[in-house]
Each structure stands twice: as C-alpha cells, then as structure tokens.
C-alpha cells in the first residue's frame, strides 16, 4: 500500500515535469524562430554574391573617387582569405562569385535578372557595368606576358621590355549594382558555338581583339587553331607591312574571332584606283565596305573609332571627307568634332536598320573612347606618362553616363549596345605602354596604346558579360 502511494507520487511529479518542459520547448522555439531564419539565410547567403555590398554611396559630382589606394586594398582582404589553400592556379578557371566577409551581418536579398539575362540587385533598375571599383585580384592576369607570342604584338608585350614594376596586372573590375561571371575559356567557347565574334576599329580594337585571343588560349601555342583570314578577303597584300586585318577558328567548337582595321568606321574608296598615291574619299555617312559585305555572318559585332579624327592623321593616310556623295569642305572647312560624330551616328542608324534584317540574333556593341594619358606635351612633343603606382587617382566610377558622350548620344533609340570602358579605364594610366617602347625611340612615350596583358583584358571580360 505505501509503495504504491509513493509510485503515484513519483507519477504525479513526472507529468508535471513533463508539462514544463514542453511549455520550456514552446516558448524557446517561438523566441528562437527569427535566429533560426537567420541562420538558414546566413546559409543561403554563403552561395550568392552581395551585390549591394558593392553600392558606394559616393556623390556623382565625378567620375572617380580619390580613395587612397590602401583602402582599395583592404577592401578586399577578407575575400582573398577565402581563396587562401586552394588549387584555383592549377584548375581550370570556373565562375566565382566574390562576397565580403562580414556578409553574414545582414540577410542578402534575393537577386533578380532583367530581360537580358544580367544579374542585378533588388534596388537597381539597370545593371551599369562601367560604374564600381578596381579591387586587387591574385588571380590576375589571364595569360602571361613572357607568352602568347602567337597572337601579341611585340610592341604591346610590356613583359619582354626593360620595364620593372607589373603591378597594374593584378587588378580586376567590380562592377557596383550588378556582377561578372568571372571568365572561363572554355565555357566562353561553348557559348560562342558556330558563332563569329568581330572587332572592326582601330588599334585600341586591334589590341582588344589581341587580348581575347590570348585569354582564349591562355597564352599558349594552339596550332589547332585555323587561320581563316582568306575566307574574308583578308590576305596580306603584296608590300604592305600587314593584312587590314586577322580571322581565327577555334574548330573544336566553331567559334570564329575577328579583327578589321577601320580607324574611322567610314567607307574608303580611292578616288583613283589605278594611282597608287591618289586621295581617298572618306565617306562620312557610309559605313566600312567590309562590313557591309560580311555583316550577315556576324553573332557579335564590337565597333570603335576615336583617335584618328585629327588633322595630322587625314594628311597622312590622304583622306578627303565625303557626305552624299560630295566633298564636304569644298565651301569651308568641316569641324572634326562635328564629322566624327556624324559617322558614329551614321553607323548606328544604318546597324540599328539592319538588325531586323538579320538572319542571326545579333548583338552589336560600340565601344567608347580609349583615353590618352600624355602628361607635359603630346606624343611628339614630349608628353610622356611615367606613373607606376595603381589607382593613384582613385579606384572607383561614380557617375552613371558615358563619359564618351559622343557614343552615349548616337546609340540611343537604337539597339546598339554601349561598351563603356572610358571612366574605368582612365584611373589606369600605370597600364599604358609608356616609355618602355621597343623602339626605345628618346623622349617618346606610348600614353595611347596598353600594355598585355593589361587593361584591354577587362575590356573583354564586361564584353563576355554582356553578351
């Protein structure tokens, strides 16, 4: 009889027991429940890229910020941590996504991508490649520079001069509302299947197209790789020091990259074709021959013109400015300003009347101007461009227009793309090939043209992003 009392009161405080603890339980999950959503956040978050986190609250009364360079690099410590231990060297390049460590403090709102395909953040309307920042990257460059022999220009090899300082190679792009994949050659190739990629422009295009084709091959020697340049006429005529311009297919995925010199993006025609010295007409509203003719085959088209609309370079390649037919100074002289952009506005409207015609989904970008970085005088009189030190003016784009405002104007209304790369481009003027010509020619200096690899390599990294 006791014992038995005495288990009914064992019994008794076991169900209250039991009762606590279950109310305990309750009450400790509903308090617990916003730290277990932050917890699976925290979670999700490790997987996508903060893109906010990039959003520099800076006034856009100019172009670039003058952070000091030490913050730029702080910035991105913790994100090289992250890479700290790994074989990224020695795999195939794949795409990353970047963050910055202390991402975990604030929950990541959802990306969402616009009718193109770009990733942007929930507060942006547009995703502007050309405003962010230049951060450090170990991974950088592509391909090196002691290489690529095959496709590069010795006189852009800065590696093979007698310069000493190559930090400008280190850097990659971080776009502000919106990221890079970043490149992976293969995955590029893929994509491009069975497609033509074109460059038609001058130099600074020549030296983009150089670029891709090295950050295609990383460098190496790819004897597998077709020179096709006869199927476009582009053959090197007999005398001159080279071709109007290079094809090249990869055959294992059929992708074709080309370039065409057309400093002008006008139609050249001699005025005498059984002179060689004769004037050429320059057919302000009349665009490339060549493109006309090929434009059908093109997938991707990358336009650009700029340095050539002076005076001095007229003279020297004998060109005469025509508009309808007709010389266009035979009343007064036309203002260069004024004829460089009735060509650009001409090929855009006549790109912008033909894409509906097109058998191909084709993507057509312009790319805005180079900039120059001649300090004390010009290219002939002295002007030279000595700074080796990274982002000495500022690391970052604040402003949200072109500051080719020339290109900017003729491509609205149109469905030609902007490929802006002057703003970010101009806080690099350590990247220029600078006095380390291979001429070694005295007190001259190349502030024009970039050193590779260099600066053009991120030119094609926002145009892979935005094809």
């Known amino acids: 009889m006791k014992g038995g009392n005495i288990t009914r009161l064992r019994g008794g405080y076991l169900s209250i027991a039991l009762v606590v603890l279950m109310f305990t339980t309750i009450l400790l999950w509903a308090w617990d429940k916003k730290s277990i959503a932050g917890f699976l956040s925290l979670t999700r978050e490790q997987y996508m890229i903060p893109v906010s986190e990039?959003?520099?609250?800076?006034?856009?009364?100019?172009?670039?910020?003058?952070?000091?360079?030490?913050?730029?690099?702080?910035?991105?410590?913790?994100?090289?941590?992250?890479?700290?231990?790994?074989?990224?060297?020695?795999?195939?390049?794949?795409?990353?996504?970047?963050?910055?460590?202390?991402?975990?403090?604030?929950?990541?709102?959802?990306?969402?991508e616009n009718?193109?395909?770009?990733?942007?953040?929930?507060?942006?309307?547009?995703?502007?490649?050309?405003?962010?920042?230049?951060?450090?990257?170990?991974?950088?460059?592509?391909?090196?520079?002691?290489?690529?022999?095959?496709?590069?220009?010795?006189?852009?090899?800065?590696?093979?001069?007698k310069r000493k300082d190559f930090s400008y190679e280190g850097y990659r792009w971080q776009p502000e509302n919106c990221y890079m994949p970043e490149f992976e050659r293969s995955s590029f190739l893929r994509r491009m299947q069975n497609k033509t990629l074109a460059f038609i422009g001058d130099s600074l295009g020549r030296q983009q197209f150089q670029s891709l084709m090295c950050m295609l091959t990383g460098g190496e020697e790819s004897p597998e790789v077709e020179d096709v340049g006869r199927e476009y006429g582009l053959a090197k005529a007999?005398?001159?020091?080279?071709?109007?311009?290079?094809?090249?297919?990869?055959?294992?995925?059929?992708?074709?990259?080309?370039?065409?010199?057309?400093?002008?993006?006008?139609?050249?025609?001699?005025?005498?074709?059984?002179?060689?010295?004769?004037?050429?007409?320059?057919?302000l509203d009349q665009p490339p021959a060549f493109m006309r003719k090929f434009f059908h085959q093109f997938h991707v088209l990358v336009l650009n013109t700029g340095h050539h609309w002076n005076r001095g370079k007229l003279k020297a390649n004998r060109w005469v400015m025509y508009v309808d037919g007709k010389p266009a100074e035979e009343?007064?002289?036309?203002?260069m300003g004024n004829a460089k952009n009735l060509t650009v506005y001409s090929i855009a409207r006549w790109i912008d009347s033909q894409l509906p015609l097109h058998p191909h989904n084709l993507k057509v970008f312009f790319r805005t101007i180079s900039p120059r970085h001649f300090f004390n005088g010009d290219w002939n009189t002295g002007g030279s461009c000595d700074n080796m030190i990274p982002m000495s003016g500022g690391s970052e784009v604040v402003q949200d227009g072109s500051s080719d405002i020339v290109v900017e104007s003729a491509l609205k209304g149109t469905k030609v793309k902007i490929l802006d790369i002057t703003a970010i481009s101009q806080l690099r003027d350590e990247g220029h090939v600078s006095r380390y010509t291979r001429r070694a020619i005295l007190n001259t200096s190349d502030c024009l043209h970039w050193c590779l690899p260099g600066i053009p390599d991120t030119w094609n990294e926002l145009l892979i992003a935005q094809i």
């Open 331 to 335: 009343k007064k002289p036309l203002d």
């Open 238 to 283: 007999p005398g001159a020091l080279r071709p109007d311009g290079w094809v090249y297919r990869f055959p294992n995925t059929n992708t074709t990259i080309l370039y065409y010199w057309s400093a002008s993006l006008s139609d050249l025609v001699p005025l005498n074709r059984t002179d060689p010295s004769t004037d050429i007409a320059m057919h």
């Open 115 to 161: 009718e193109d395909g770009v990733i942007l953040s929930p507060s942006s309307k547009v995703c502007n490649y050309a405003k962010g920042r230049w951060v450090e990257d170990n991974k950088r460059p592509w391909y090196s520079g002691f290489g690529c022999k095959q496709w590069l220009s010795i006189m852009w090899a800065c590696r093979l001069t």
């Open 54 to 112: 990039y959003v520099v609250g800076v006034s856009n009364s100019s172009p670039t910020s003058t952070k000091p360079k030490n913050e730029v690099v702080k910035s991105e410590d913790k994100m090289k941590e992250r890479s700290t231990n790994t074989d990224e060297k020695e795999k195939p390049r794949e795409s990353s996504h970047y963050s910055d460590a202390d991402s975990s403090s604030k929950p990541t709102p959802e990306l969402k």
